[in-house]
């Protein structure tokens, strides 16, 4: 059994910086592309921003020159630096993982709250 868990999600005025991290554990062979995704009240899930096994990173237009993706291959963690935070990022954020272990298929985390206000 593969889990996902984030953390580090929290309340945060506007221009503060938060990092959120992801810890895959389990029964893992390889991590293959991990993301993270957000779902503000009354919108759809979108995709924020993924980075593949050999580190290659792609942003949503809006969180460009602000967040950052990276991951700990060893350590099976993903993490999300966001700078300049405004409210319209507000949303819960969650983990995903294109994840091998006796099967391979996509893993999702719980969610962690990000609040972005003053």
């Known amino acids: 059994q593969v889990q996902l868990v984030e953390s580090g999600g929290g309340l945060v005025q506007p221009g503060g910086s938060l990092r959120l991290s992801c810890a895959a554990s389990?029964?893992?062979?390889?991590?293959?592309?991990m993301g993270w995704y957000r779902q503000a009240p009354g919108k759809e899930r979108e995709l924020v921003t993924r980075i593949t096994s050999g580190g290659t990173a792609n942003y949503v237009d809006s969180v460009k020159g602000r967040f950052t993706i990276s991951r700990d291959n060893v350590k099976n963690m993903v993490y999300l630096q966001m700078n300049n935070l405004t409210p319209e990022d507000t949303a819960v954020y969650y983990c995903?993982?294109?994840?091998?272990?006796?099967?391979?298929?996509?893993?999702w985390g719980q969610g962690t709250q990000v609040t972005v206000s003053s």
């Open positions: 389990g029964s893992i062979f390889s991590i293959n592309a």
């Open positions: 995903n993982g294109d994840i091998s272990s006796y099967v391979r298929k996509t893993y």
